[in-house]
Structure formats: C-alpha cells, structure tokens
C-alpha cells in the first residue's frame, strides 16, 4: 500500500474524528444552554414569587396596592401611571435582586384606583370601617368589570400557537411583575416581546402571558396576580 495512500485514509480518520468531535461540542453546547436557561428562569421565578408576597403584605398594611417607582429609586411614586419599575425599597426588599424588575398595577380613576385609600362602600368619617379593608375590596372587585379597551394595563393570553395574544384573551391583573433576563431578542431592551412595549410612566400597554414559553429570542419571566386571587387571599388575612 502506497504512503499517499496511508496519508489520505489517516487525513479522512481525522477528519471524521474532527466532525464528530464537532458534534459532540455543539450538543454539549445546546445541552448546557438549556440547563442555564432552566436555572435562570427557577431565580427569576423565585424572586418574582418573594416580590408577590411583599406587594401582598403592602396590601395588607397599608389597605392599597403600591404605586410603580417611576423614578428608579426604589421608592412608589403614585403621580405615575400603571407601569414602571418595581418599588422595591418602599417594599423592604433589597435592590440586588429587585431593582431590575418592572411592576405593573391596573389603576382606574377616581374612587376605583386600588392604589389609593378612599371611601368607597359608604360608611362616614369615624365608622369600624371608615376606609378600611371593605373599601379595599370594592375596589379590586371593579377591576375585571373594566372593558378591555387598552387604556389600562392587560395580561395576554396565549395563542394556540404558543404566542400572546392581546386581542381576545387578554385580562386586567391586579399588578403584574415582569423579570427580564438576558436580552433575547438582541433589542438593547431587557425586556422582550409585548413586554417592551410597556413604556415606564405609561397607563395601559400589554404584557406577554405568563405562559408564553422560552426560546431564543424571549426569556422573560411573568408573574401576574388576578383580581380574584387577590381578593381572596385579601379576605382570607383580613378575617
């Protein structure tokens, strides 16, 4: 057998040991990717959590909702609109794990908004429940009987193609807080999708479904507290 026979066959043994080393890397790759994205998505998801219960405990000491902190201090500033950052000092949370999330609440006008504390069921200056919990609850009952005409915060629904949708299955929250990760679309926004479109300061807009699954191109995390549940876990603590 001649040698540039031997050296032909060994150049294609390497280059066969070369492409399926290739392989095995870019497998590697994907595999290690998808196991990051998993644990980012568990922390985003575990912070969001621990800023659902300190927007609850707000609730519950202060008979209202917490504004956004339009202002990135950390602090409620209720001259705002629905949308901003989450207020996270007025929350007694720590900025490293909070300050980059953004927190959106429904606000109506008027005696409806759950941000304030108002009287709303009737009762006179000096009455057990003079701006109490009962006004609280009216008001977050007047949430999902608002049409859903974009000029309040909504929450998508998810399309059959696995897409938000905020043209027919779109709903009030109470407050919605969305975690952005990485920047998947490349947009220079961390936010990705519908959920950079909801502007700090502004008053309606529309965030993705908390459903929406990952993938390349979005990695948010959303976590959306209806009305309802928020009214229930509210009666449950106030009796």
């Not at 027919?168 to 919605?176: D, G, I, L, V």
């Not at 990760?181 to 936010?191: F, K, T, V, Y």
């Given at each position: 057998m001649s040698s540039t026979f031997m050296r032909g066959f060994q150049l294609l043994e390497l280059a066969i040991v070369l492409?399926?080393?290739?392989?095995?890397?870019?497998?590697?790759?994907?595999?290690?990717?998808?196991?990051?994205?998993?644990?980012?998505?568990?922390?985003?998801?575990a912070e969001a959590e621990n800023a659902r219960e300190a927007?609850?405990?707000f609730l519950l000491a202060n008979k209202r909702l917490p504004c956004p902190d339009t202002n990135a201090d950390g602090h409620e500033n209720c001259g705002g609109g629905e949308s901003g950052y989450l207020p996270y000092a007025s929350l007694g949370l720590t900025e490293n794990t909070h300050n980059r999330m953004r927190y959106s609440v429904y606000r109506a006008s008027g005696t409806n908004d759950a941000t304030r504390l108002e009287e709303r069921t009737g009762d006179a200056?000096?009455?057990?429940?003079?701006?109490?919990?009962?006004?609280?609850?009216a008001a977050l009952?007047?949430?999902?009987?608002?049409?859903l005409d974009g000029a309040h915060i909504r929450v998508a629904g998810?399309?059959?193609?696995?897409a938000s949708d905020c043209a027919?299955?779109?709903?009030?929250?109470?407050?919605?807080l969305v975690v952005p990760?990485?920047?998947?679309?490349?947009?220079?926004?961390?936010?990705d999708g519908l959920n950079a479109g909801v502007a700090v300061g502004s008053a309606g807009g529309c965030i993705a479904s908390p459903r929406q699954p990952a993938a390349w191109n979005y990695d948010d995390f959303v976590l959306a507290e209806s009305a309802a549940a928020l009214t229930g876990w509210l009666a449950r603590h106030i009796n």
């Open positions: 492409v399926a080393l290739g392989v095995i890397t870019l497998m590697a790759t994907f595999a290690f990717s998808g196991v990051d994205q998993k644990n980012t998505r568990a922390q985003s998801a927007i609850r405990a200056e000096g009455d057990p429940d003079y701006r109490g919990y009962g006004d609280t609850l009952t007047q949430i999902p009987a608002t049409p998810l399309a059959p193609n696995g027919s299955t779109a709903t009030h929250p109470a407050f919605a990760n990485r920047d998947a679309d490349g947009s220079g926004n961390p936010l």
